[in-house]
């Protein structure tokens, strides 16, 4: 199951708006796309992202909240295009998408300049670091302190493998 959500940041004094898109099973972020406006554009790119690394599997699931682009017609024919299943939060229950909101505030308070970015590549290099060291370094509770690239490594082996790996770390 994917996700995604929208936030906004200061770049040059400016609002900018960054789309998420995780994977649900181990927490990973594997798309993303930053850019001035907010529109359906910014997740559509988001999400073509995210499924350039995101192996397909039956049924799977893309969940966001109501938001207008979520909602508009490219997003939807997007989703329909890579095979997905759109799912969408009950209105005004934003613990429906609790990982993307955590995400956000993870990337907020731990990582983000305070006043904001200089220039929109200062930006996109933060975020690249930061997506870089949230998938491969920060440990992650829901993963039993692995961060998420380890886990999702871990889940595609052989359990005794796994079991082995695990028992050394």
């Given amino acids: 199951m994917l996700c995604g959500d929208t936030t906004y940041l200061k770049v040059q004094g400016e609002w900018h708006y960054l789309a998420i898109v995780m994977n649900l099973a181990q927490r990973q972020v594997v798309g993303w796309r930053l850019q001035k406006q907010h529109n359906s ?4 790119e988001a999400l073509n992202h995210a499924m350039l690394t995101t192996e397909r599997t039956r049924k799977m699931l893309f969940h966001s909240d109501q938001g207008s682009i979520y909602g508009s017609e490219s997003f939807i ?22 990982p993307m909101e955590r995400w956000f505030r993870s990337f907020k ?4 300049l305070k006043g904001g970015y200089s ?11 930061y997506v870089f060291y949230y ?3 920060r440990p992650h509770s829901y993963n039993q302190g692995l961060p998420p690239i380890l886990a999702t490594i871990l889940s ?12 050394n770390l």
């Fill in 135 to 137: 998938n491969r370094v």
């Fill in 156 to 167: 595609t082996m052989p359990i005794f493998v796994s079991f082995q790996i695990c028992a």
């Fill in 77 to 98: 024919r997007c989703v329909k295009q890579h095979g997905l299943i759109q799912s969408m939060s009950r209105r005004g229950n934003c613990w429906d998408n609790a």
């Fill in 119 to 129: 220039s929109l590549d200062e930006a996109k290099e933060d975020i690249k670091q």
């Fill in 109 to 112: 308070y731990e990582w983000m």
């Fill in 41 to 44: 554009r910014l997740v559509v």
